[in-house]
């Protein structure tokens, strides 16, 4: 059943990001690299992107969503066995419900806190917080573990009296 699923996600993908791959016309490009233009069809049922989303902008979102979590198209949206491909517009997967309170959370952290942080030590992608930065490749976010040697990295939690070196 899981390696059905496996496949099932792979071709998935495969028709998704490569239909030409498919069809044996033209080699197909890696992820990541530089894509032929899918041929997407307008979205219709957006709750919580723009809903004049274009379908482009929307590939590149929703790239950046599966890079962040390390998964595959299907970890949110549902599988048309009989079409032999995902119905994007189905809301059948748990995970994509959990994807679009996100959304939400994420759109939120930043307009109305991280907007409040004027740091200039901040790079550009720091100032932000993106579905990255809490998942680093991870569907389920990785618990943090402390290092062993904390407090070498740390000199003033070896002796909490110690004032600051600045
Ligand atoms: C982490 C979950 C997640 C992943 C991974 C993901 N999506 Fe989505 N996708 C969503 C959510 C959530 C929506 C609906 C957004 C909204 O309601 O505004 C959506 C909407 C869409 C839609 C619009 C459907 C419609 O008609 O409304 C398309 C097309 C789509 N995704 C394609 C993809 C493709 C292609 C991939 C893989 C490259 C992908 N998605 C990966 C969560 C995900
Ligand atoms: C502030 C940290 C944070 C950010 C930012 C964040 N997430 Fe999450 N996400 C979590 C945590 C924590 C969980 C686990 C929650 C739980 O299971 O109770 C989670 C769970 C999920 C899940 C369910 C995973 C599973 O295995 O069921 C999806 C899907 C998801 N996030 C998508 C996203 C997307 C898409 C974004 C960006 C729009 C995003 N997350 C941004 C912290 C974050």
Redesign the pocket.
């Known amino acids: 059943m899981f390696r059905r699923f496996v496949i099932a996600a792979a071709v998935a993908?495969l028709t998704?990001?490569f239909p030409s791959a498919l069809l044996g016309q033209e080699a197909p490009t890696a992820p990541g690299a530089t894509h032929q233009p899918m041929m997407?069809?307008k979205?219709?049922?957006?709750?919580?992107?723009p809903k004049d989303t274009s379908p482009d902008q929307?590939?590149k979102i929703?790239?950046g969503?599966?890079q962040a979590?390390g998964?595959?198209?299907t970890?949110?949206?549902s599988w048309d066995a009989a079409a032999k491909r995902p119905n994007?517009?189905s809301d059948e997967k748990p995970?994509?419900s959990t994807?679009?309170t996100m959304?939400s959370m994420t759109n939120e952290i930043n307009a109305k806190y991280m907007s409040q942080i004027h740091d200039p030590d901040a790079m550009e992608e720091q100032k932000t917080v993106a579905c990255s930065t809490c998942h680093k490749g991870h569907n389920m976010p990785v618990p943090f573990k402390a290092p062993a040697h904390a407090s070498s990295e740390h000199p003033g939690m070896e002796h909490p009296g110690t004032p600051p070196k600045e």
């Open positions: 993908t998704v990001l997407m069809p979205p219709v049922n957006l709750k919580v992107l929307l590939m929703m790239h969503y599966s979590l998964v595959q198209c970890f949110c949206h994007f517009a995970e994509k994807a679009r959304i």
